[in-house]
């Protein structure tokens, strides 16, 4: 059965829980079994379903060859536990299925999971923070007018430099002098930047599902922005938040694996207690590294990890990774550094007796980087996903974007020149005007791409003819090779002869034809 990408979105989790169940249920194959001196109809053993499923897992887009067997037997156990498998007997509720001979089958209810409606206060709060936002200059606008429904935007300088011209024209008349920002200017202009820029993005109407405005901290992005290492790394005032020391030391280990460990005494299985004792510490941790709040917002992001859509998953990572708390942010930096190394280290002993240092490293720490707070039934797969993602493209998504700090830079002179009125004026601050490509027919992309090429072929045989530093020799040999080359073009540039002859100041010679000897027959002698 074919994949197809489920779009981000609020209840991404749901939407992936009903395409699986669904397409397990129209794709797995039933056939009759004996079991028992029986005979069982329209059923499946748990092997069969394992294999069936693991095989669809490793070729859906939203999960990919990272997803292992056990996480497949685990997929199935929720499966059974939720009533969208039942034992031949037609029992259910249970978490007892193994890769085994086990009969099963399909019950006649539907397996589809509704959607969870929003608490009523909190959909309550929600809109009233909205309403209060429309009286700012700094509310979060609707872009649903704005909005590409395929990602691939880029922004027009020309449209920003027009929109800042006619701004300051404008208000050059009423413009005040350079007015006082206060800090709570400053963090709005940081909230709003930035959920501006990742409702665009994500390409989204609205943001309103996934994360609520108030959870954003600016104070957070602040600090993430600037408290940093000539490496990235975030740099916490507070040692307390950091990383314990014997953690560190033994992240640093596994990390340089094994330049680190020339001095140290080890012995057989040495290297495994280090992993051990790391293991345990990020799996004690009172939540994911991502938030608890923050769940739904990067469990959208999982349908962007495509490699098509591999640059616009990385920008809309990047953005969320900033509203991470500093310590977070900096043990995830530090998680995924380490753990990046450990899977490339071709010297790294081997871990784990039925797995490599890849599987294992997503194996064991994916649900310390994201996990809901309430369970839910794909959390492991999902979460796999992206730490596989996170692992491939550490580097750029936890490096700190240059482009929001100029964006806000922007905004703040704006405020302080008094081009944009003090909050509750009504009046909004200007957005970076966006542009997107308009989307073609491939036979209009064709077409395009024929003319331009001959339009620029053409462009440079002119270029030839009109060089005057070119000597008239090798001008010929150049166009005689371009004649060779393009004969189309050429010939429309020269239609006959005589034009070519022109271009050169050549009369036009006809060969005289050569001189034909005819031969003379030998007669016989013979008469």
């Known amino acids: 059965m074919e994949s197809r990408s489920v779009p981000p979105g609020p209840y991404r989790a749901t939407k992936l829980w009903n395409e699986i169940t669904t397409s397990f249920r129209a794709g797995m194959p039933l056939r009759k079994h004996r079991q028992h001196f029986k005979k069982y109809g329209n059923c499946f053993t748990a092997g069969e379903a394992v294999d069936w499923l693991y095989d669809l897992l490793r070729n859906n887009n939203n999960f990919g060859p990272e997803v292992t067997r056990q996480q497949t037997i685990q997929l199935l156990r929720k499966f059974l536990k939720n009533h969208v498998i039942e034992d031949i007997k037609g029992r259910w509720g249970s978490e007892n299925l193994d890769d085994n001979s086990q009969l099963f089958r399909f019950p006649a209810n539907s397996p589809l999971k509704s959607f969870p409606r929003r608490h009523p206060e ?20 609707n872009l649903s007018r704005r909005t590409p429904k395929k990602p691939g935007l880029h922004f027009s300088q020309e449209n ?48 309103e599902e996934v994360i609520n405005p108030n959870q954003v901290v600016p104070q957070y992005i602040m600090y993430n922005m600037t408290n940093t290492s000539k490496h990235g790394i975030v740099i916490l005032q507070d040692k307390s938040d950091d990383l314990p020391h014997w953690v560190l030391s033994a ?3 596994l990390a340089n694996w094994p330049r680190s460990n020339m001095n140290n005494p080890t012995y057989v299985g040495f290297e495994r207690d280090v992993f051990r004792t790391i293991a345990d510490y990020f799996l004690d941790l009172p939540e994911p590294l991502l938030t608890f709040e923050y769940y739904e917002l990067f469990v959208s992001i999982l349908g962007l990890l ?19 708390p500093p310590p977070n942010r900096r043990k995830l930096q530090l998680l995924m550094r380490m753990i990046s190394r450990m899977s490339q280290n071709v010297d790294m002993p081997q871990l784990h007796d039925a797995m490599g240092t890849r599987s294992l490293m997503i ?104 060089n005057k530093s070119l000597p008239l020799k090798e001008k010929r040999k150049k166009l005689k090779q371009f004649q060779k080359e393009y004969p189309l073009i050429y010939q429309k540039r020269f239609p006959t002869t005589e034009s070519e002859a022109v271009l050169f100041g050549d009369k036009p010679t006809i060969k005289q034809p050569m001189l034909i000897l005819k031969k003379t027959k030998f007669r016989s002698l013979r008469y």
């Open 122 to 141: 909190l959909r309550k709060n929600s809109i009233e923070n909205f309403s209060k936002d429309k009286d700012s200059i700094f509310k979060l606008r």
């Open 160 to 207: 920003i430099e027009k929109m800042n011209h006619v701004i300051i024209n404008e208000d050059q008349e009423n413009s005040v002098d350079n007015r006082e920002i206060s800090p709570e200017d400053i963090e709005e202009v940081w909230r709003y930047i930035i959920l501006i820029y990742l409702q665009t993005i994500l390409g989204v109407s609205s943001l």
């Open 251 to 253: 992240m640093k280990c």
């Open 306 to 324: 495509q490699p098509h859509l591999e640059r616009v998953a990385i920008d809309a990572l990047q953005l969320c990774c900033l509203l991470l």
């Open 363 to 466: 194996h064991t720490f994916s649900r310390c980087v994201l996990c809901c707070a309430e369970e839910v039934d794909l959390d492991e797969l999902l979460a796999a996903r992206l730490v596989s993602f996170l692992m491939d493209h550490h580097q750029e998504i936890l490096q700190v974007p240059s482009y929001l700090q100029t964006a806000v830079d922007k905004h703040l002179d704006y405020l302080k020149k008094g081009y944009i009125k003090n909050p509750g004026d009504g009046l909004i601050v200007p957005l970076p005007t966006y542009s997107y490509c308009k989307q073609i027919s491939a036979q209009e992309f064709d077409e395009q791409k024929v003319s331009t090429s001959q339009a620029a072929i053409a462009e440079l045989l002119e270029n030839i003819i009109k």
